[in-house]
């Protein structure tokens, strides 16, 4: 079976439909380039991570769920 074309007039499924949109696909930053820009962060750190470092510091313990949960997910996968 042969493969099908769109009909004439009509804009494929994610292409750009004029040369104004194709340049501005062009400039835009692809997820790897979004996820190590500089400018999606802050400027001021977040309070509650500085919070938790001066804790962690003072020689607190950590009370998250995350090493429990681990275990018990390692546990249930054997």
């Known amino acids: 079976m042969p493969a099908r074309t769109p009909a ?3 804009p494929r ?3 750009a439909e004029t040369p104004a949109d194709a340049s501005d696909e ?3 930053a692809l ?3 979004r ?3 500089t400018d999606m ?3 001021q750190p977040d ?3 500085q919070q938790a470092s001066r804790d962690l510091r003072r020689g607190l313990q950590d009370t998250g769920k995350s090493a429990p ?3 018990a997910y390692d546990r249930l996968k054997r």
Do not use: F, I, W, Y
Request: zero cysteines; hydrophobic letters at 20%; a negative charge.
């Open 8 to 10: 004439a007039g009509r």
């Open 13 to 15: 499924p994610g292409r």
């Open 26 to 28: 062009a400039s835009l």
């Open 31 to 33: 997820p790897h380039e």
């Open 35 to 37: 996820d190590q820009s």
């Open 41 to 43: 962060t802050d400027t």
């Open 47 to 49: 309070p509650q991570v």
């Open 69 to 71: 949960m681990d275990k």
